[in-house]
């Protein structure tokens, strides 16, 4: 198999609803809704194998939007 | 890929100001290796843990009728999370918690559970003073707790005052959770400021929580993983000196943990109820990180981001990669 070069990078933040969980104090709270907020990432190559990561918050998503481009080769 | 080169290369360019601009990149980059080798990262980094002891990592405590409302309702859970397997459990005090309060907690959950389960008490810096961590640590010594975590308005940065407390109170002591990167976790463990190490894959990714491991290892300790998650499992099966998977945060009236994004396609799950009847986990077997992620959803509620191709990374010579 040859090596494989990335070639382009995604990065997505994306919404959710959080039910009956306050995100903040982390604590049940019934009834309630929240929006929560995730970070999506993927790697691709030319070979077309692509890597993944979704998680939750957006703390990455700011140095991500630094970071993503440089490793694309 | 050579993640290590990228890894070395981002840590030169951030030193420290945001892990998880290295962290999310490596464990993407990890996946990819997986896919491209057609193997769980667990295999790539010679794992052979199959089952993962977990404990029961609360909420942090409420004042809502049915909920984790006191010390009796925190002994209750506890009671219930033994009948279904969890070899160990973990207090979140309330964020207004007294020591009156966390003591009583402590001693409820202890005279109920303990020498059935590990038990552990993590604050999350709730206490205000030195003074009241050490209290509360005394209480954890008559109950023989495993751990004591974080308990403190430092909010777990003086290796001082946690060498200080070390002397005071018997509990082992786990911190490093909000100290960022590897050497200055490690030099924590070099002051006698705790006696377990704490990473999360999130901050550093994959590459820098088994650097971690490894540099727990040569100490003789312990690297405790943060919160759960695919690549936390695919890390805890390679690491011989980790004891238990984070399943955080649950509560008596919640099955699934309601702050994470609903993105498996795949049948992955963390909640009360993941655990089979031994209290453990699998590793996911799939390639990579072995999970499937819905990108309908994803790109459905989707508010922001990029894409990045060939040159649109910063041209500074200076950030390149390290040779």
């Known amino acids: 198999m040859s090596k494989p070069i990335i070639t ?11 039910r009956d969980h306050n995100p903040v104090d982390f604590i049940y709270e019934p009834g309630s809704v929240y929006i929560g907020r995730g970070t999506a990432l993927r790697i691709h190559t030319d070979i077309g194998v692509s890597g993944e990561y979704v998680t939750r918050g957006l703390a990455g998503a700011p140095m991500l939007s630094t970071t993503a481009p440089w490793v694309v080769d | ?31 990819l290796a997986g896919k491209y080798y057609d193997a769980p990262i667990y295999e790539l980094l010679g794992g ?25 309702a925190f ?10 397997g969890y070899p160990a459990f973990k207090i ?26 590990d038990l552990m008490s993590d604050p999350a810096n709730s206490y205000n003073t030195f003074a009241d961590a050490v209290k509360v640590g005394r209480a954890c010594d ?50 006698d400021a705790t006696d377990f190490l704490r990473g999360d894959p999130n901050d550093g990714g994959i590459t820098g929580i088994m650097k971690l491991a490894s540099a727990a290892e040569a100490l003789g300790i312990d690297l405790e993983l943060h919160a759960a998650g695919p690549a936390h499992r695919q890390c805890m099966a390679a690491i011989r000196n980790s004891n238990y998977y984070e399943m955080f945060p649950v509560h008596p009236k919640l099955k699934t943990l309601s702050y994470s994004p609903p993105v498996y396609k795949s ?45 649109s990374a910063i041209k500074n010579p200076r950030f390149g990669r390290i040779k």
């Not at chain 2, 050579?2 to 990890?30: C, F, H, M, V």
């Not at chain 2, 209750?76 to 009948?83: I, K, S």
């Not at chain 2, 990579?288 to 990029?306: N, P, S």
Request: charged residues 30%; proline residues 4%; hydrophobic residues 35%.
């Open chain 2, 267 to 311: 049948n992955y799950w963390d909640g009360l109820d993941a655990i089979d009847k031994d209290g453990c986990v699998t590793v996911p077997e799939g390639p990579g990180l072995g999970v499937e992620y819905d990108w309908d959803f994803i790109m459905k509620h989707r508010t922001g981001g990029a894409e990045y191709k060939e040159g």
């Open chain 1, 8 to 18: 382009r990078t995604e990065v997505h933040e994306f919404e959710y609803e959080i």
């Open chain 2, 142 to 191: 008559e109950e023989g707790f495993f751990w004591y975590e974080d308990p403190y308005l430092d909010c777990g940065h003086s290796q001082f005052a946690h060498r200080k407390l070390r002397q005071l109170i018997k509990t082992p002591l786990l911190l490093t959770e909000h100290v960022t990167s590897l050497e200055p976790k490690v030099d924590f463990v070099l002051a």
């Open chain 2, 48 to 72: 052979y843990r199959k089952k993962l002891p977990c404990y029961a990592s609360t909420h942090v405590g409420d004042y809502i009728k049915g909920g984790l409302n006191s010390p009796e």
């Open chain 2, 1 to 31: 890929m050579e993640r290590e080169k990228i890894y070395q290369s981002l840590k030169l360019w951030l030193k420290g100001r945001a892990w998880q601009g290295i962290g999310l990149i490596d464990i993407a980059l990890w996946d």
């Open chain 2, 75 to 84: 002994a209750d859970f506890a009671q219930q999370c033994l009948e279904m």
């Open chain 2, 92 to 117: 979140h005090e309330w964020r207004d918690v007294t020591p009156k309060q966390g003591i009583a907690t402590i001693h409820a959950v202890g005279k109920r559970v303990g020498g059935k389960m």
